[in-house]
Each structure stands twice: as C-alpha cells, then as structure tokens.
C-alpha cells in the first residue's frame, strides 16, 4: 500500500518555483532520499508534503495525520529537560515510548539535563527521538544527520531500519551517505523550474492565493 | 491541549520565562502616576480606573510578541502546524496560557494597586470583575496580532501598532464600568458590552489567528 503519492508536484519558494513535475510513490517500508544542489528546493518540497505550505500545482495523496516532519530546527525549548522536552511532544502526537527513543538515541543518560546543556549533536539526536514518540508511519526528514558524529549517524540509520521494518516510510533530504543502502535515490536536477516559465511573484495576493 | 498548556506555564514560570513581567511593569506605573500627577486624592480618584486599565492593557501588550515568536524560533511551530491538535486549538491555548501569565496576576494585583491611585473602595469589586472579563480579550486579540507578526523580525512595533486599536473598546468599556462602579452608577450596561466584545473575541478570533500563522509558515 502506497503511504505517499506525489503527481506532478511544482513547488514554489519566495514566489518562484523551484522544482516542476516531480512524482514519486512511496510504499510501506520504502525509504527514499531526495538529492540535489543547494537551493533546488528539497525543503519545499518537504514542507508541501509535510502540510506546511501549499503545492503550486500538483497532487499530493497522504493520509490525515500520517507525517512527522523534523527539519534543521528541533523544537527544543532550552529551559525544558530532555525528557520533559520529549514528553511533551509524546503527549502532543499522542503517546509513544519516551524511555524507548531515549535509549535509541542514547539519551537516557541525559534525560534529567536541561535541554540548554546539551551539543549540537544531542540536540540533534532528542530531535531524531521526537520521531520514534510521534507514532507517524511517514517520516518527512530534512538533512536529518546535521551534527551528527559517524556513529550516531550508523545509528539513526538503524532507527530508520526499524521503522521501516515495521511498516513505515521515510522521505528525506540529505547530502551524506547513511548507509541506507536499500533506500530510493531520487535526484531533483533535472525538474529544475525552467526559467521561461517562472511566475513573477504575485506580491501581495500571493498571500492569499 | 493540555500538554501545551502546561508546557507554556511551565516555560513561563521557569528562567527567563517572563512571568510576573505584567505584574512588574503595572505596578511601577501606577507607582509612578501618583509622582506625576501629584499625591492629592481629588485629583487621583477620578482618573484612576482610566490609568489602571491603561496600565493593564499596556502590561499584557508587553509580553504579546512571545506568544508565537519563541516557538517559531526553535521549530516548535512548524510541528505543532503538523500536530494532531488544530492550529486553532494551539492559538486558543495559548492564549488562554498567555491570560494565565499576565492577565490573572493582574487581576489579583490590581486592588492592592488601586489603593496606590485612591481608587474608592466601592470601585474596587466593578475593577476586578471587569479586568477578570476583559483581560481574556486582550490576551486573544494579541494572539492574533502575534499571528499576523510572527515571522518578521523587530515585528514588536506592527504588532503594537495592529493590536492597539483593536483594544480600544475593552479599554473604553472598561473603564466605564470601573468608572460607574466608583460612582455608585448602574455598571451593568458597559458590563454587558465588556462581556459582549470578550466572548465575540474568544469565539471568533482563534479562527483568523490559526488562518494569519498558516499564512506565515510557507
């Protein structure tokens, strides 16, 4: 069963449009990376699917409430512990092992910390454990492995694995290798918005499009 | 919702969180009005409901920028937008967290600050009730000129600028009934129109709110 159908997708940033006639599927179990130069318009991209920001043409077919979505900033409110940090969105997304994705992400230890306290890279990583207490089959990442040190990333690759194997799908923007070897690799270069056809920007309606 | 609820107080109450900022600032100004208008008690009474509802809008006007530039910030918004509560239940939250944070505490406080103006004694039961429903107003108004600022930097400035008149008939009605409670006049119709504008607020205004933040995420 397809958890994610994209048809024909053109995505627009600041009112230009980025990339044009993207479609992929995604099944259960399917991970599937998204490459391309800087500013081609992966985080876009994302986001429509995430639900963040209206396609500029195109379909895309997902159920209701079936993405998590984790982009360069985590969420993290630095005066908050890792775990209360972490029940918080468990309780938000309703329910989910926290103890679970702490020991995924090899936080338990740091679980009484102020999330203040923490490295870029731990930062990271309760980001990555938001995933596991989301209980969203689809995982929307972008750039995913940002601070991450090689043996967390062997690790968050092995989080996507398992979720994986039980059912769930994962779209992701990256530029590093995760090891991912049976993922889906598709490069956005070549649906590059053509510059003939790029719409000037609407200005003000834009907004209200 | 009550998870975010509860982690809106607890932000509020932990370091750096800003609460007890309302309280602060209302009582320095009613603190200092007596220096500048003069200490007589015939020239305090009658303008004090005026300058203790003035002194309660401007203090929850101050805090109003934190109802959703923080969470925009560090991301929480993008994910609370992609939550399974509705983004008016998040407006409407936070709001409610942010009434709780600035609105109560001056409910509470305004008494002790009314003896500061020599409000009259009488006026002093109208001047609670009126700010216990006003204040809910005042609160969901800002919400939704936080929502409209949201992603603009400095955005404090448009944010006072769009929210302010829409205070405007809170403050008036207000200040009416405070002024007819000190008076020993019929509150009752200002009281009507005050509750009227509150409730109109709260039901109508989450709506625009959570449609201005989906705006901003794009």
Partial sequence: MSLLAVHDLAVARGGLRAVEGVSFTLQEGKALILRGPNGIGKTTLLRCVAGLQPPVAGRIELAADAVAYAAHADGLKSALTVAENLRFWAQVFGGGDEARALEWMELTALADRPALALSAGQKRRLGLARLLVSGRPLWVLDEPTVSLDAASVGRFADMIRMHLSGGGAALMATHIDLGLDEAQVLDLTPYRARPGRVERPAGFNEAFA | ?218
């Fill in chain 2, 1 to 218: 919702m009550l998870a975010l609820l509860k982690r809106d107080l607890t932000l509020a109450t932990r370091a750096g969180g800003g609460f007890g900022l309302a309280v602060a600032f209302f009582l320095i100004l009613c603190a200092l009005v007596p220096f500048g208008v003069g200490p007589d008690s015939e020239a305090l009474r009658p303008i004090a409901p005026g300058i203790l509802w003035v002194g309660a809008l401007l203090s929850s006007l101050l805090s109003l920028d934190r109802i959703f530039a923080l969470d925009h910030e560090d991301g929480s918004l993008d994910l609370l937008a992609t939550a399974p509560i509705p983004l008016e239940g998040v407006v409407a939250v936070k709001a409610f967290a942010h009434w709780i944070t600035t609105g109560l505490p001056l409910v509470v406080a305004a008494p002790v600050f009314g003896l500061l103006l020599h409000l009259p004694g009488e006026a002093v039961f109208w001047l609670i009730l009126s700010l216990l429903i006003g204040t809910p107003a005042l609160s969901m108004l800002g919400a939704f000129g936080a929502g409209v600022t949201v992603g603009l930097r400095r955005g404090g400035l448009l944010l006072s600028l769009l929210v302010l008149p829409l205070y405007i008939p809170t403050l008036i009605f207000g200040t009416e009934v405070t002024r007819r409670g000190a008076e020993a006049a019929d509150p009752f119709t200002p009281m009507l129109f005050l509750g009227g504008i509150t409730a109109g607020v709260l039901a109508l205004v989450p709506f625009a709110a959570a449609a201005a933040l989906r705006v901003n995420l794009r």
